[in-house]
């Protein structure tokens, strides 16, 4: 396992989380990028309830995950995930078109896809009981529809975006894999089987059990 208290990369990921976000916790990107390349990191939680002053100046909003390496300081799970697929060609190829088209499904996927899938998070979780919701589902998940119809074309018979599994992979996995218990998902045969192969990935396994065990061994304490 990568995870080495030595280890010079820290990741910061929360302690605890309500049940419904387990597993689904956005340190769980650059964990499956370590997990991928063998690549040993170290763990700093902080709560999610009670976050530190000193975190808000890593992370301006108070998210995580951020990272450490060495000298260097990081947020956002994609700054995280460029990061260290700068490391090992694995993620992210060395040849300038191979390159390219990594780093190019990578940006989409935060930002022609995982807007929608965010909306359609707080819409079915947070905001559900609200009649603007109500209103608001059926545009959004049209609009969302005629993304991942893009997508399903572009993916076609390939197994992963650029060809090879990549750092891209990691991102558009762990974005798609929020709706694939959605109809979103679920009427598109190619990206439900995507999404499934990049979960049966033992990197992916691994970290997130890694995640998984971070909870389990820090249950919030009763009232």
């Known amino acids: 396992?990568?995870?080495?208290?030595?280890?010079?990369?820290?990741?910061?990921?929360?302690?605890?989380?309500?049940?419904?976000?387990?597993?689904?916790?956005?340190?769980?990107?650059?964990?499956?990028?370590?997990?991928?390349i063998g690549l040993d990191y170290n763990e700093r939680l902080i709560s999610a309830v009670k976050r530190a002053a000193s975190h808000f100046a890593d992370q301006p909003w108070g998210q995580v995950p951020t990272a450490k390496d060495g000298d260097i300081h990081l947020f956002e799970s994609g700054a995280i995930l460029l990061h260290i697929a700068e490391k090992d060609e694995r993620l992210l190829p060395r040849d300038p078109q191979g390159r390219a088209t990594v780093l190019s499904w990578l940006f989409a996927a935060f930002n022609s896809i995982e807007p929608s899938f965010f909306e359609l998070g707080n819409i079915d979780v947070f905001s559900k009981e609200e009649?603007?919701?109500e209103l608001r589902r059926p545009?959004?998940?049209?609009?969302?529809?005629?993304?991942?119809?893009?997508?399903?074309?572009?993916?076609?018979?390939?197994?992963?975006l650029a060809g090879d599994f990549s750092v891209a992979?990691?991102?558009?996995?762990t974005i798609l894999r929020e709706g694939k218990e959605d109809a979103v998902i679920k009427d598109r045969p190619r990206l439900a089987a995507y999404v499934e192969r990049g979960m049966a990935r033992p990197a992916f396994e691994r970290a997130l059990s890694a995640q998984l065990a971070v909870f389990a061994a820090h249950p919030p304490k009763a009232a």
């Open 1 to 36: 396992m990568p995870i080495n208290p030595q280890a010079p990369l820290e990741i910061t990921a929360f302690n605890w989380v309500p049940d419904f976000a387990q597993g689904f916790v956005r340190d769980l990107r650059p964990r499956w990028a370590c997990e991928e």
């Open 131 to 133: 009649q603007w919701a």
């Open 139 to 160: 545009g959004l998940v049209g609009f969302l529809g005629k993304r991942l119809d893009r997508l399903d074309e572009a993916l076609g018979d390939k197994p992963w």
């Open 169 to 173: 992979d990691i991102a558009m996995v």
